[in-house]
């Protein structure tokens, strides 16, 4: 079940969910609008290998924008952080910043209850787009689990401790004989 902006605004306040910052403007029907971080890294390897760690080269996104071009690949971070020990959480790109050519957080859209994160996203583009530090960028909507429910900060392994950017951690994954 998805709960409604009513329900958002009254977990927000009962603390059962946490949006830092949160500003009650940006709750719509059955969603909270998130935002573009201030920060972007640019996977640099022509050559993406699941058994070693990405280099990147990270750029701050200045007021005046940062154009982003077809054949990179980005990873962003929201301004909010979220969590949730009652509910699991969905991060989706928005309509608006969709019909730029932006492709946004396309994989991995699951924030497990009691995970508590700024997202790391996934951005893509068609076209060469500019984009800018906190602009409105996505929704997130938050839905009741049903079942017994366990924490991600008891169960989670990647990602838990998460605070920033993050890139690919297949690697801990990936076993040397595999490739």
């Known amino acids: 079940m998805i709960l409604t902006r009513q329900k958002i605004i009254a977990a927000v306040r009962s603390g059962d969910i946490l949006i ?32 070693a760690v990405t280099r990147f080269t990270e750029q701050e996104i200045r007021p005046e924008g940062m154009v982003l ?17 009652a509910y699991a959480q969905l991060i989706n790109g928005d309509r608006s910043v969709g019909a730029l050519g932006v492709w946004v957080h396309v994989s991995a859209p699951l924030g497990h209850v009691g995970h ?20 409105a960028f996505g929704k997130i909507v938050f839905v009741a689990p049903h079942g017994d429910s366990v924490s991600y900060q008891q169960v989670g392994r990647k990602y838990r401790s998460s605070s920033g950017i993050d890139v690919s951690q297949l690697y801990d994954e990936v076993e040397r004989g595999a490739r």
């Open 116 to 135: 508590a994160i700024r997202w790391t996203l996934e951005i893509r583009v068609a076209r060469a787009v500019r984009v800018y530090p906190r602009m």
């Open 20 to 51: 830092e910052p949160f500003d009650q403007r940006h709750v719509s029907t059955n969603a909270y609008d998130w935002h573009l971080g201030d920060v972007i890294r640019v996977c640099s390897d022509p050559v993406l290998d699941a058994a």
């Open 69 to 85: 071009v077809p054949g990179e690949l980005y990873l962003g971070i929201t301004h909010e952080r979220t969590c949730s020990e």
